[in-house]
């Protein structure tokens, strides 16, 4: 499989949200690494350099718009595509996540993991 | 000798008859004069009366001498009183007394009184002249009667213009204690007032509106609305009130979480009389609160149960997809009902979180220049699996030429446009008709969209707009639905500066319509949603 080998950080707080996302992404052959909030999020970004990010915006520590920040000024990361999954999905955050390098953005209500998985084959293959 | 003696008596004889003459002349003359007088000695005995005397006093001249004259003029002691002074002061005295006739009559009289004196000065006895005056008595009683009968209406009229001043002053204290009370209350008024006179100045500003405006009623007496001096409360006021005053109609004026004034005008009128404007600030801070506090709670609510119902959407799905081991028919269908149930909540959710955004004035426009044609055309295509399920006939015309272009928000143009189609085919029963067109009206279009469904009853026809509006009608059909879609289309059409309504018979179907306004820029219809 081509997707053997990538790496996808999951930076999210629902444990729920974690299972499924977890194992429909592993299913498909990809190695997934998980945080559950910000800070924590951060470090192992530093630390393992993924191929994607997927990215919860409501969390404890830093939240999603403070990891973006701080991955944008980084040049180590500056690159990673990233994908914000989150509750929800107002004009304006949107255009704030896109100006911060967001590829896209997912509603959580309004996509399931498959369609995640999509887009995440999307920007990675 | 004997020839002077009897020239002598001759003489005496002579004088005698001219003496006889004389007295008869007299007497015939004072028979003659109008003016009864009769003659009394010392002990005021009469001793002689003229004809007059007999006539005014009904005594013949037999009858009258002899008799003391106290009998005939009374009372006794004034008639003596003016005899001893006629006598005493040696001239005529007058004085009114009253004569009682021979038949009882009491005649009202002036008495003049003469005292006669011999040439050795012993009183020989009185002259009394006596004139009737019961012509001018009468006269006089009938002046004085007058004079009474004036000077007590004259008195009636001075009580009568006393009671008038009394009650004039109470009306005054009345009007006083009113304008008091009315003070008082215009003073203790919970809600500022501003009062304008004809010229538009103001002359009356309540504490509550100095409060609420910071600003002394002082400096704003005489002026314009809009010469007033500019502080952070007075001049959105201003700034609202510049525009016109009338029409203004519970605007709100919001100075933060602080304050919140509801602005009301109106004008002052009594019989028809013009006498200016008031201007009415009332408070709605505290239900500004509380109604953002509901719409926080709701919101928050909203919010938090999102995450939950994604889990929920998520695990279903999965189960779905097989990715959690296989599921048997039985098992799917159940699985396929609870979808259903989470997509409906997730939908209600949505809504409610929209209304929450609508009202907390979050509901964020984007605006581009597009054509709304193929919105709606997006929209029907997204519902056409929905459309053949139901049976349903759908027909949408456009004319030939292309739409003018719009400023809309492509995004909350399609939630529109969904919500009406969606409700159009909600509630018409299969085998129905639909019909959508989209109408130029150059600087408008107008969108159509006309259903032969249940219809809204006329009697809740004034609601339908209203949050969470459901037809009594509808809910006995089963059919889901929040009562938040139209509620949510009609703020995202006059956000965009249109204009939504509808027209319904029950059992027949309805129609909405709605207008978006052919503007080029976007800033002349974006309010800050």
């Not at chain 1, 980084?74 to 990233?82: A, F, Q, R, S, T």
């Not at chain 2, 001075?158 to 009315?182: F, G, P």
């Not at chain 2, 919105?375 to 349903?392: A, M, T, Y």
Request: charged share 35%; glycine share 6%; proline share 3%.
């Amino acid at each position: 499989m081509k997707t053997m080998g990538k790496k996808i950080l999951l930076i999210e707080d629902e444990e729920i949200m974690i299972d499924l996302l977890r194992k429909k992404l592993v299913a498909e052959g990809y190695k997934v690494l998980v945080a559950r909030n910000g800070e924590e999020g951060l470090e192992l970004m530093k630390e393992s350099l993924p191929d994607l990010v997927l990215l919860d915006i409501i969390m404890p520590k830093k939240d999603g718009f403070e990891v973006m920040e701080e991955k944008k000024k980084d040049k180590n990361l500056k690159k990673i595509p990233l994908i914000i999954i989150s509750n929800s999905g107002q004009a304006i955050e949107l255009d704030r996540a896109k100006a911060l390098g967001a590829r896209d953005w997912l509603v959580k209500t309004e996509f399931d993991p498959k369609e995640v998985l999509e887009k995440v084959k999307k920007q990675i293959g | 000798m004997d020839k002077n003696k009897k020239i002598l008596n001759e003489e005496s004889q002579r004088l005698k008859e001219d003496l006889e003459d004389l007295e008869k002349y007299i007497r015939e003359f004072s028979s003659f004069l109008p003016l009864a007088v009769c003659m009394i000695n010392p002990p005021k005995i009469i001793i002689d009366i003229n004809k007059a005397f007999e006539n005014l006093t009904g005594y013949d001249l037999l009858g009258a001498i002899g008799q003391p004259i106290k009998t005939i003029v009374i009372p006794e002691n004034e008639l003596n009183t003016l005899l001893s002074s006629a006598r005493k002061e040696r001239q005529v005295k007058s004085e009114e007394l009253t004569i009682i006739s021979k038949k009882n009559k009491k005649i009202p009289v002036t008495v003049s009184v003469s005292a006669r004196e011999d040439d050795k000065n012993n009183l020989i006895g009185y002259f009394l002249a006596i004139t009737d005056i019961t012509e001018i008595k009468k006269a006089r009683e009938g002046l004085e009667k007058k004079v009474e009968k004036r000077t007590e209406e004259l008195e009636n009229s001075r009580k009568a213009l006393m009671n008038i001043l009394e009650d004039v002053e109470e009306a005054r204290k009345t009007a006083e204690d009113e304008k008091d009370k009315a003070s008082a209350v215009v003073a203790n008024l919970s809600d500022g007032l501003i009062v304008l006179d004809k010229e538009k100045k103001v002359f009356l500003v309540n504490p509550r509106a100095e409060e609420f405006l910071s600003v002394t009623s002082k400096k704003m007496f005489g002026k314009k609305i809009s010469e007033l001096e500019e502080n952070e409360r007075m001049g959105p006021l201003s700034k609202l009130l510049k525009e016109g005053l009338e029409n203004v109609f519970r605007k709100e004026i919001n100075f933060g979480v602080t304050l919140t004034l509801e602005v009301t005008t109106e004008r002052m009128k009594i019989r028809e009389k013009e006498l200016g404007e008031m201007i009415v600030l009332h408070d709605i801070t505290r239900e500004k609160t509380i109604e953002r506090m509901k719409t926080e709670f709701v919101s928050l609510s909203a919010h938090q149960l999102r995450t939950p119902l994604a889990a929920i959407k998520w695990t279903i799905q999965m189960l779905l997809d097989g990715d959690i081991g296989e599921i048997t028919p039985e098992q799917r269908e159940i699985i396929e009902k609870t979808q259903k149930s989470n997509e409906r909540m997730i939908g209600l959710i949505n809504d409610l979180l929209d209304v929450t955004r609508i009202e907390e004035g979050r509901y964020l426009y984007k605006p581009i220049l597009s054509d709304l044609g193929s919105v709606v055309r997006f929209v029907i295509n997204s519902q056409e699996d929905e459309l053949k399920r139901k049976g349903l006939k759908l027909e949408f015309s456009k004319p030939r030429d292309n739409l003018s272009r719009v400023m809309v928000d492509v995004e909350k143009m399609r939630v529109v446009v969904q919500n009406l189609l969606e409700n159009a085919i909600k509630y018409t029963p299969s085998g129905g008709k639909i019909k959508v067109s989209l109408k130029d009206n150059k600087t408008e279009i107008e969108f159509k969209i006309e259903d032969s469904g249940v219809g809204i009853p006329e009697d809740q026809q004034g609601r339908v707009f209203a949050k969470f509006f459901r037809g009594a009608n509808v809910i006995r059909m089963e059919t889901e639905g929040s009562g938040l879609g139209i509620f949510i289309s009609k703020n995202i059409v006059e956000a965009h500066g249109g204009k939504m309504w509808f027209e319904s018979k029950e059992g027949k179907g309805a129609t909405f319509y709605f207008t978006i306004p052919v503007k080029k820029e976007f800033e002349e219809f974006l309010k800050e949603f």
